[in-house]
């Protein structure tokens, strides 16, 4: 039962223009979201969060937005830097039990 | 702040054998530790989670005998995988929670390697 989804296994972007990287869950009960980025062959690294209550937090080139009726959240780079390539994982939270979406390759060309 | 490291972070074992993973977070206290595995290409999957001082609880489908899991200080937790075979090949994850965060924290990770 996969409660959190990433339905682009990939993403090609080129450098300075904008990513998006979508995820969508399925329980309403999820209350804090979280997005993680993962190099190869090394832990994820928290990249920025959001609580259920708001609808969007920034942190420099990184905008996470909520959209709580639609179950589905996003994150926005930009610019797209080089060295943003990574595979990108969203994850939810909700009472104590956090689950991953199946991440999202993102390539951002010089 | 909020770093947790892993050791080892390759090991090469033969079938058989039991190999023990340590995860630790080095500047602060973890009240709650996961670990998770990577097939390649794959997401992580979430094997189990500890709480200091109380057993772990496990993912439906992971064996909890094979894979023993210790949590006994706020700073250390272990994974010992018993009788390794060589499809416990993989890259297994930790990551610990400061008390009353929502965020986890990740550690290198391990690559284990049975022959």
């Known amino acids: 039962d996969q409660q959190v989804k990433q339905n682009s296994p990939s993403l090609s972007v080129q450098e300075g223009r904008i990513s998006i990287l979508n995820c969508d869950y399925t329980?309403?009960?999820?209350?804090?979201f979280l997005w993680y980025k993962k190099y190869p062959a090394e832990g994820p690294t928290f990249l920025i969060s959001?609580?259920?209550?708001?609808d969007k937090n920034e942190d420099g080139r990184f905008t996470v937005f909520l959209n709580k009726s639609a179950k589905h959240l996003s994150l926005h780079i930009v610019p797209s830097q080089p060295g943003d390539s990574a595979v990108y994982f969203c994850?939810?939270?909700?009472?104590?039990?956090?689950?991953f979406g199946a991440g999202t390759r993102l390539t951002v060309k010089p | 702040g909020a770093v947790v490291s892993q050791h080892p972070s390759r090991v090469i074992c033969k079938s058989g054998t039991s190999v023990k993973i340590e995860c630790r977070s080095l500047?602060?206290?973890?009240?709650?530790m996961f670990w998770y595995r990577q097939f390649p290409k794959q997401s992580l999957m979430l094997m189990a989670t500890?709480?200091?001082?109380?057993?772990?609880?496990?993912e439906q489908g992971v064996e909890k005998d094979k894979f023993l899991i210790n949590h006994a200080s706020l700073t250390l937790s272990t994974l010992t995988v018993t009788s390794a075979h060589p499809e416990d090949s993989s890259f297994y994850i930790c990551?610990?929670?400061?008390?009353?965060?929502?965020?986890?924290?990740f550690g290198p990770g391990t690559r284990l390697t049975v022959t």
């Open positions: 500047d602060f206290q973890a009240t709650t």
């Open positions: 959001i609580s259920s209550i708001k």
């Open positions: 329980n309403s009960m999820f209350d804090y």
């Open positions: 994850a939810a939270y909700n009472n104590n039990d956090m689950r």
């Open positions: 990551s610990a929670r400061p008390a009353g965060a929502y965020e986890q924290y």
């Open positions: 500890s709480n200091e001082g109380s057993k772990a609880t496990y």
